[in-house]
T-cell receptor, first 113, second 108 residues
Framework: DGGITQSPKYLFRKEGQNVTLSCEQN?????MYWYRQDPGQGLRLIYY???????QKGDIAEGYSVSREKKESFPLTVTSAQKNPTAFYLC????????????FGQGTRLTVV | EDQVTQSPEALRLQEGESSSLNCSYT??????LFWYRQDPGKGPEFLFT???AGEEKEKERLKATLTKKESFLHITAPKPEDSATYLC?????????FGTGTRLQVFP
């Protein structure tokens, strides 16, 4: 089945450690996005990418990094520089050229312990 | 700066009590506007796409409309299973930004 897969579903991190969240899609979409969602809040854009080997900062990029080495994959690294990383992270993909809707993964809940 | 505002933040309705949710936005290069539904702990689920002012889309008890600066999601005779957070997202030239959402609760 075509879709977008995030892993893991739950992730625990010790303070001071970097952690990488996986996002893979087999929809042949050119655009991919990472969002952060805090309890009771909307989605805030962290990074987005329209093509391989290129990405742009969103509204809250500080403390995060991404790569886009393959069209299908857009991993997000939460670095130790992110002061408040505990949140729900959502990845999405869409066809920018068609301007159609974005499809979302089921999210990764990151908790700093 | 691009802004997306949804109102109200929270809405409590009795089953069968119709209402509307608002999404107002200031973005450049608008290519379309999406509505999503999100259940707790899950990723957003796509509902509608609107591309031009005056456009309307319907699905069961939901109807979405679009003007140049805002969009409405009308809920007619809601049921408890319509309880969720509803998110709007204007698509800019190259990025997708979201509003803060409206948390809808429908009581029997």
């Amino acid at each position: 089945d075509g879709g977008i897969t995030q892993s893991p579903k739950y992730l625990f991190r010790k303070e001071g450690q970097n952690v990488t969240l996986s996002c893979e899609q087999n929809l042949n979409h050119d655009a991919m996005y990472w969002y952060r969602q805090d309890p009771g809040q909307g989605l805030r854009l962290i990074y987005y990418s329209q093509i391989v080997n290129d990405f742009q900062k969103g509204d809250i990029a500080e403390g995060y990094s991404v790569s886009r080495e393959k069209k299908e994959s857009f991993p997000l690294t939460v670095t130790s520089a992110q002061k408040n990383p505990t949140a729900f992270y959502l990845c999405a993909s869409s066809s920018i050229s068609k301007g159609t809707e974005a499809f979302f993964g089921q999210g990764t809940r990151l908790t700093v312990v | 700066e691009d802004q997306v505002t949804q109102s109200p933040e929270a809405l409590r309705l009795q089953e069968g009590e119709s209402s509307s949710l608002n999404c107002s936005y200031t973005v450049s290069g608008l290519r379309g506007l999406f509505w999503y539904r999100q259940d707790p702990g899950k990723g957003p689920e796509f509902l509608f796409t609107l591309y031009s002012a005056g456009e309307e889309k319907e699905k069961e008890r939901l109807k979405a409309t679009l003007t140049k600066k805002e969009s409405f999601l009308h809920i007619t005779a809601p049921k408890p299973e319509d309880s969720a957070t509803y998110l709007c997202a204007p698509l800019e030239t190259d990025k997708l930004i979201f509003g803060t959402g409206t948390r809808l609760q429908v009581f029997p």
